[in-house]
């Protein structure tokens, strides 16, 4: 059936997006950016092709910020999943699902919204100009803040690949640092995340410690022990969420937003090993309203939608192995503000 086109991307977007739902920090200056992020709407890029793909990472964005590695190769296509927080102000899901045909596997890479961009002096000077309050706030230099900074310079305004300056200055910035151009992007809603889980049955996944905190004020609330489990929608919801909480001696710890990534890649590659097969095909045109409500795509157009139909099918049928990738990073604060700090090129 045409329709069910490349819904399996879809629902694979789905759930990584989830990570999108956080928690406040307990005890932590959070430096959240108070600029609210619009809601991206439908935009076109086409598939890539054969041709071989040229990485520009002369963008002037940073102070030739590199990180030390090659993490994918050029010529693999790059889907850049977003979400915004509970509060809409920044983009705390980011994260790139990379497809290397050549290589036949797909990678993860979760980018810790903490991560600290060191902005060029144009980008500095033209955030003075068109807002400087917001180079007061602290956590600027978070990488979840860009799509906020984006949007305050008009970054690309009707020129971008995206035409949505929040998403191609993020896109740009991810292709500066970390040389990976964005294909394509998908946003994800928060709501309908447990109709989706629910609908496939739950998720059984490892549960790294006892997930016990409640926040009323965001309408959170988990509870889940250690060990295996199997999940329904409203506990994944607590576990993609959870970050800091209390242990079985009612003793509090934060563990931070890296553990909280890894528990993010966990559950994405459960639900893809246990939900996203070729028999659930048939399946997935019955949650069409639960997706077309929940998830906003530049992939639009037939004929980007087959292909990447396809590539999708292709990728299940040779059993693409599904890796995570780990950036090497450290921790230290800045100013007050914690950040995550990337290791970067020699120079």
Known sequence: ????????????????????????????????????????????????????????RDLNLTNNQRYFEEIVSPESVNILLMGTD??????????????????????????????????????????????????????????????????????????????????????????????IRVNDYVYVKTSGFRKIVDYFGGVTVYVPVLMNYSDPSQNFEVYIEKG???????????????????????????????????????FIKAFISQHVTLKNLTKLGDIAEIISSNVITSVKGWNNIVEYGALAERALRDNYPIESYELQVTEKNIKGSSYVLIKTEEK
Do not use: W
């Not at 086109?5 to 005890?27: D, N, Y």
């Not at 990678?107 to 807002?131: A, E, G, Q």
């Not at 329904?232 to 931070?256: L, M, P, S």
């Open 1 to 56: 059936m045409k329709a069910l086109f490349s819904s399996i991307f879809v629902v694979l977007f789905s759930i990584m997006l989830f990570q999108s739902l956080s928690t406040g920090s307990r005890g932590e200056e959070d430096g959240t950016v108070a600029t609210a992020t619009p809601t991206p709407t439908y935009s076109t890029d086409p598939v890539p092709t054969d041709e071989p793909v040229k990485i520009d």
């Open 86 to 179: 509970p509060t809409g102000f920044n983009f705390d899901t980011i994260t790139v699902l990379n497809v290397d045909e050549e290589a036949k596997k797909a990678k993860i890479i979760s980018f810790p919204r903490d991560i600290y961009i060191d902005y060029s002096d144009d980008v500095i000077n033209k955030l003075k100009k068109s807002k400087p309050a917001l180079l007061s706030e602290k956590g600027i230099n978070r990488i979840n803040a860009a799509p906020s900074i984006g949007d305050a310079i008009d970054y690309k305004k009707g020129t971008g690949r995206f035409n949505k300056p929040y998403v191609d200055f993020l896109a740009d910035l991810l292709q500066e640092v970390f040389g």
């Open 228 to 266: 295996t489990r199997h999940l329904n929608g409203k506990q994944a919801e607590g576990y993609v969420r959870f970050r800091q909480g209390y242990d079985e001696n009612g003793k509090f710890h934060n563990y931070g937003d890296i553990f909280r990534k890894e528990n993010q890649t966990r």
